[in-house]
């Protein structure tokens, strides 16, 4: 049960109990006020989410005015998980994620972690996620967001080969390497070094690899490039390997082409006989 896995800092102010509220009732409130005429809004905000019009309309409201955006997310914190892999409430969840404060990012990080590789290879689910790459790429070296980021990093770089070997969640890790820059994405490229080979082999972790060696610095470059020399000969024979190789070649690097050279030419008769490296 969601519920029961979130504490209390992790609980939307408007579902803390009266026992806290008496508490806490001399600091500032998180929630930023809203017009009254957004009262019905948000009142009716668990019945427009159901369908397509009512997800549209609510998006209109955000763009309308911006300040609904946080107590919106109060209102429908319980149904995020279910609304990121939604065909229209992905959409209502993305906009909320491109207005909300920074507390509130860091509450959405700690609630979809929960359902993180769930909601990763869900059609609509990937798009929430690689949405909330993007707003915390912005804003990546903030102190305050800092453990938003850490908490998604970390769990992006541990399950690697899984999410990048999705048709789904491989988008995650490309979208990653795209927007965010060294040094944050150190950790994720060293990962992907360690995972290199299975990730060349895989379907989708080929296209993986050919983004981060488009993404990467000139050390994580080079990184890659000794790790499809150092395989080259088996890459060359694979399935889904052989792109990688066919990608390196085409940047048209001397050093590079010259050893993939002799490393066909060494084996050019059984090279010509194979499917793949033919």
Known sequence: NVLNALDLELLPSNQIDSKNNEENSNKENIITPVPSIYQEVLSNAHSLIQDQSGCR?????IDEDKQITDPLFDVLFYDIITMCTDSFGN??????????????????????????SFI??????????????????NKVGESSLKKAFDSINSLIIANIIQLSSDSNSSHIIIKY????????????????????LPLCK??????????????????????????SNSHCEELISDQFGNYVIQYVVLLNIDII???VVNVIMNNLLILCKEKYAS
């Open 120 to 137: 990763a290879i869900s059609t609509y689910g990937t798009r929430v996620i690689q949405k909330l790459l993007e707003v915390l790429s």
């Open 202 to 227: 895989d379907k989708h972790g080929c296209c993986v690899i050919q983004k981060c060696i488009e993404a990467g610095n000139e050390s994580q470059k080079e990184k890659l490039f000794s790790l």
């Open 257 to 259: 082409n010259k050893y």
């Open 177 to 196: 390497v795209n927007v965010i820059k060294y040094p944050y994405n150190i950790p994720l490229f060293d990962s992907v070094c360690v995972n290199f």
């Open 57 to 61: 309309f609510l998006q209109k409201k």
């Open 91 to 116: 959409y209502l969840v993305q906009k909320i994620l491109d207005n909300m404060s920074h507390s509130n990012i860091e509450k959405f990080t700690q609630l979809i972690t929960l359902k993180f």
